[in-house]
């Protein structure tokens, strides 16, 4: 079944453009110009995937994440935004959207970020037999490093193109997977990429403007880079950090960035 996807956004132009971008790639793509038309399409069941965004007349996107939060809480809902309310856009994560991207976002971004989103909510099994995989190799590795004296550094699967292991830390860049001490920890999407390149910099620290381009694909101002990043590492502490308040991984460094010590 091709999923459905509702696009809602008071601009005409980029309601055509992204609503192109997402057919082309396969998509079944509704549109609306209003919270209001949003809702009544939404009256026969959820979508798979919203769009939302942030300023409109009449039911803002808040509100209207709000509503879909409400009726339809297993749809995931990404944010559109602009940089002059990004600060909004995070605090629509914080209310249960799924991610957001900057206007005009990259359509090669979006369709990625589609298909990441589509899949986690499509192929939960897959997951979590992808998952026991990972947690099997690396407790046979493991093994293999405490019999095995001359391989002691040896506690990734040994596929570098697909693993990326520093420390405790395993990711599976083909399944977009966290593994760290043999436990699952999840992660969305962009929360992933932001960890990816702050392992693969480590321990070197990287900084605000690197981070969103790297993880984002986003050339922001500095102060635009420090407050979307400011709200990934927080949720990346929540995560893999014991004491967020404390961290012991994810450590700031002042006026720069953040950097991974593992």
Do not use: C
Not at 20 to 31: C, D, E, F, Q, W
Not at 173 to 195: C, K, V
Not at 208 to 220: I, K, P, S, T
Not at 221 to 233: D, F, G, K
């Amino acid at each position: 079944m091709t999923p459905s996807i509702l696009i809602v956004d008071d601009e005409e132009r980029l309601r055509i453009t992204l609503s192109r971008i997402l057919s082309k790639a396969g998509y079944n793509v509704t549109t609306a110009a209003s919270g209001e038309e949003a809702l009544n399409l939404t009256q026969a069941g959820a979508f798979e995937l919203a769009f939302i965004d942030l300023m409109m007349p009449g039911i803002g996107g808040l509100a209207l994440l709000a509503q879909f939060r409400k009726y339809y809480p297993e749809m995931p809902i990404l944010i559109l935004t602009a940089h002059a309310t990004l600060e909004s856009a995070i605090e629509a994560v914080r209310q249960g959207a799924r991610d957001y991207l900057l206007k005009p976002a990259d359509p090669q971004m979006i369709i990625q970020r589609v298909g990441e989103i589509l899949e986690e909510q499509q192929h939960p099994q897959r997951q979590r037999e992808i998952l026991s995989q990972i947690q099997s190799l690396v407790s046979e590795l493991g093994q293999v490093s405490d019999q095995e004296s001359d391989l002691p550094t040896m506690k990734a699967p040994n596929d570098p193109a697909r693993f990326l292991q520093r420390g405790p830390f395993v990711l599976d860049l083909q399944a977009r997977l966290l593994n760290m001490e043999g436990q699952h920890i999840p992660l969305s999407p962009t929360n992933f990429d932001y960890l990816v390149v702050l392992v693969r910099h480590a321990p070197q620290p990287v900084s605000y403007q690197v981070l969103v381009r790297e993880a984002q694909g986003y050339d922001v101002s500095l102060v635009e880079a420090r407050e979307m990043t400011r709200w990934r590492i927080h949720e990346l502490r929540k995560a893999i950090e014991k004491d967020s308040k404390t961290p012991k991984f994810l450590i700031t460094v002042r006026g720069n960035g953040y950097k991974l010590m593992a």
